[in-house]
C-alpha cells in the first residue's frame, strides 16, 4: 500500500522560509493531481497549493493567502511533490498535509514564530 511521508516542517521566525517534501512510498502510476492542504484547530483544512499535470504546462492553483509566497513543484521520477515557503507569517503556523490523487499524508507541522 503506497504511503505519502511528508518532512521538513519545524518552527520558523516570521519572514522566514522552509521547503516541505512528500514523497510516496511506494509507485503512484500516473498520478495528475498533487497538492498540499493545512489545517488548525477548530478549523477545516485548506487547500494551499495544487499542481496538475493533466495539461502543459503544468496546471497550478494556489490560495489567495500564500500566492507570491509559496511555490508547488514535482518530481515525477521520484513519485515526489514539494512546497516552497518564503516570506512566512504567524498565520501560515499549522499542520501541513500532502495529497497525491486521493492518497493524504499524516501531516507535518510548521510554527511560525519569533
Known amino acids: 500500500q503506497v504511503q505519502l511521508v511528508e518532512s521538513g516542517g519545524g518552527l520558523v521566525q516570521p519572514g522566514g522560509s522552509l521547503r516541505l517534501s512528500c514523497a510516496a512510498s511506494?509507485?503512484?502510476?500516473?498520478?495528475?493531481?498533487m497538492g498540499w492542504y493545512r489545517q488548525t484547530p477548530g478549523k477545516e483544512r485548506e487547500l494551499v497549493a495544487v499542481?496538475?499535470?493533466?495539461?502543459?504546462?503544468?496546471?497550478?492553483e494556489y490560495a489567495e493567502s500564500v500566492k507570491g509566497r509559496f511555490t508547488i513543484s514535482r518530481d515525477d521520477s521520484e513519485n515526489t511533490v514539494y512546497l516552497q515557503m518564503t516570506s512566512l507569517k504567524p498565520e501560515d503556523t499549522a499542520v501541513y498535509y500532502c495529497?497525491?490523487?486521493?492518497?493524504w499524508g499524516e501531516g507535518t507541522l510548521v510554527t511560525v514564530s519569533s
Open positions: 511506494g509507485s503512484i502510476f500516473r498520478v495528475n493531481r
Open positions: 495529497t497525491m490523487g486521493n492518497i
Open positions: 499542481i496538475n499535470r493533466n495539461g502543459i504546462p503544468n496546471w497550478l
